[in-house]
């Protein structure tokens, strides 16, 4: 299983950024898909997740200004971030749970974002 994601970049404070992240390879069935940010010197840390049911988690500090989706005949999720700030600069993460024979989780290479004040 393999997952590219796409997206990031350099933005303004206020703009607005969509990432995508794409899952491929021999999927039996993917459950909760998420992304993860790291910013410098910082641990890894929930952004959002979405449930195979639909049901959506949030880190405060996103709520209200980022939205996660899912296309599950494409198997990709995407972020959608508004309003973006300097704090939401970091290394950004897909996430995806496989439910194959074993449970397991699989981690994109990584988007940075970047945002200026």
């Known amino acids: 299983v393999q997952l590219q994601a796409s997206g990031g970049g350099l933005v303004q404070t206020g703009g607005s950024l969509r990432l995508s992240c794409v899952a491929s390879g021999s999927i039996s069935a993917i459950g909760t898909m998420g992304w993860y940010r790291q910013a410098p010197g910082k641990q890894r840390d929930l952004v959002a997740n979405i449930r195979s049911s639909g049901t959506t988690k949030y880190a405060d500090s996103v709520k209200g200004r980022f939205t996660i989706s899912r296309d599950n005949a494409k198997r990709t999720v995407h972020l959608q971030m508004n309003n973006l700030k300097p704090e939401d600069t970091a290394v950004y993460y897909c996430?995806?749970?496989?439910?194959?024979?074993?449970?397991?989780?699989?981690w994109g290479q990584g988007t940075l974002v970047t945002v200026s004040s």
């Open positions: 996430n995806i749970e496989h439910l194959g024979i074993l449970k397991r989780e699989y």
